[in-house]
């Protein structure tokens, strides 16, 4: 007898399942997953792409198993240890069929730009995983400000970190769209509020933010209980390359 699940919500449950990984850094793949969207949105993407680059942002840790590991890639900007979790996830997503798409990109998330440009890798590739660590380390940048929601009082600096990578870490291109999504306060605003299940509404003034509206209402619950477990001893800013 066939067996049938909706694609959606294997995602999610792998999504919030990763969320525990990081104990006090709840909803790190959801805010890389938003940002990757928000920035496809900026370079006119279409809205299976963008989907496709916030789905990818979900599940990039996917090969992370431990605290200690994640606690390395959120407070040092370039750890050398950080391809061992994208092997890992590479692995793991490779044969699976449904989301085997991802394999690649997440192999290469933690590879910075110029080195992708000197091992060739096809330019469609390199930019979805360019996009996924740009984003990933904007959200490690912005980690310790989260828990008292000072993460807009902090952008400029974020952004100009950011920039000063480009060519080198990032693609000139697409630090230049996140710079332009990254500009308002809604953006750093959304990575701040919790999720909460009576807001979630279609926004019928930006219907592409639709397809992420059901995450964060899906999430609500286990934000809910990662809200009552004990608090893990406070995280140290990134140690800036």
């Given at each position: ?113 110029n ?11 390199a ?38 990578h ?58 809910s209980r ?16």
């Amino acid at each position: 007898m066939p067996f049938h699940t909706d694609f959606r919500r294997i995602v999610l449950t792998l999504s919030d399942a990763l969320d525990l990984v990081g104990v006090d850094d709840v909803g790190h793949g959801k805010r890389v997953g938003i940002m990757a969207a928000e920035c496809a949105a900026v370079m006119g993407l279409e809205e299976d792409e963008r989907s496709f680059l916030f789905d990818l942002g979900l599940l990039h840790d996917i090969g992370v198993s431990s605290t200690r590991v994640h606690q390395h890639l959120v407070t040092e900007f370039d750890w050398p240890e950080a391809w061992r979790h994208c092997r890992t996830g590479h692995d793991l997503l490779a044969d699976f069929g449904p989301l085997s798409v991802m394999a690649e990109p997440i192999l290469h998330h933690h590879t910075p730009w110029n080195r992708l440009r000197d091992e060739d890798v096809p330019s469609e590739l390199a930019l979805r995983a360019n996009l996924i660590l740009l984003t990933d380390r904007v959200d490690a940048m912005a980690a310790s400000f989260h828990a008292d929601k000072t993460v807009l009082a902090h952008a400029e600096r974020i952004r100009d970190q950011i920039q000063s990578h480009s060519e080198t870490y990032f693609a000139p291109e697409l630090v230049a769209h996140f710079l332009e999504a990254s500009r308002t306060e809604a953006f750093w605003l959304r990575l701040e509020s919790p999720p909460r299940r009576r807001t979630c509404r279609p926004n019928s003034r930006n219907p592409s933010a639709n397809s992420w509206i059901s995450v964060t209402c899906a999430s609500s619950r286990s934000s809910s209980r990662a809200s009552s477990m004990p608090k893990a001893p406070s995280r140290p800013n990134i140690r800036w390359a």
